[in-house]
């Protein structure tokens, strides 16, 4: 929790507390009774928000797993149906890479609803480094594209779909000139078609933000919730003692500091690739995927797999 809402919590608990106990206020109350039910309907309607964004932060691994688990079989496939001569065998598979590649650099594109640009959030990112944002798409592409290719990916908006198009645009060429049978170039196609479903869903996340009309009254609720809270705690630690009326202070403190909390849980939560420490690490299953491609290649330059920088891996 970050200072000022430390310093705002007090300040909401201890002003009531004040008038109550020095200036003699004593009006300045609330049932309890009915601050539980406040309190009991926003811990429903935070729970909802919560179990909504960690949906679709599941949903988003879920996605980025299935990718994994088809770039294996592309390599599989590819290896298989073109032999080893055979320039379309790399072609294909570097391809691929950079198919990843663009698309993991789509992905983590700043959108005005995320949480990166808030200040807390700009401060935090210190901590861990955001390839997406730091390096050049372009010195990846040049490494597994023709010059051509390059030029003309480069050169569009929709890159990894692009990508994803030359691919076919391959196979069908491959199955003009007899290179794979039939059966082959449907197993191939069927496995592109899987990429296009995968690279969807991702953007439906991305380009979906969690409901805004649930996210603004969440955070008007658990406020209004945190700021009412000390004039529902008064009377009742009041009559344990006069004394007593000054622990609502930081009992309140307390209070607001959970609610407020488990409100950024699910805020930090429904947004999975945004750049933040508690996203899906595509940026590492890319590596992952790159990895196990070259490998299938037989390459002996294999870059290393990503580490987590402070226990965060991006």
Known sequence: ??????????LIAAVPTLLFTLAGWTWL??????MAVVGTAVAFITGFKNNAS????????QIWGAIINGSRAWALLVADFIPDDAPARQRLL???IAWVTALRFQL?????????QRQANIEYRKKYPIDEWQAKIEDTLTLLLSPAECQSVLARKSRAILLLTLQGRDLRQLHANGAI?????????????SFIDAQGRSERIKNFPYPRQFATLNLLFTWTFIVL??????????????HFAWAVIPASMVLAWIFHTMDKIGTSSENPFEGGPNDVPITAMSRTIEIDLRQALGETEIPPALEPHNNILM
């Not at 929790?1 to 007090?10: A, G, N, Q, S, V």
């Not at 049978?181 to 078609?193: A, G, K, P, S």
């Not at 809270?229 to 006069?242: A, C, D, I, S, T």
């Open 54 to 61: 960690y949906a679709r932060l599941w949903e988003a691994r």
């Open 181 to 193: 049978t039939e059966l082959q170039h449907i197993e191939l196609e069927r496995t592109l078609v």
């Open 94 to 96: 570097h391809r691929h």
């Open 1 to 10: 929790m970050d200072p000022p809402r430390i310093k705002l919590f007090f």
């Open 229 to 242: 809270v000390p004039f529902g705690l008064l009377p009742e630690f009041h009559k344990m003692g006069p």
């Open 108 to 116: 983590r594109e700043p959108r005005p609803w995320e949480n990166m």
């Open 29 to 34: 109350t609330l049932p309890w009774q009915p």
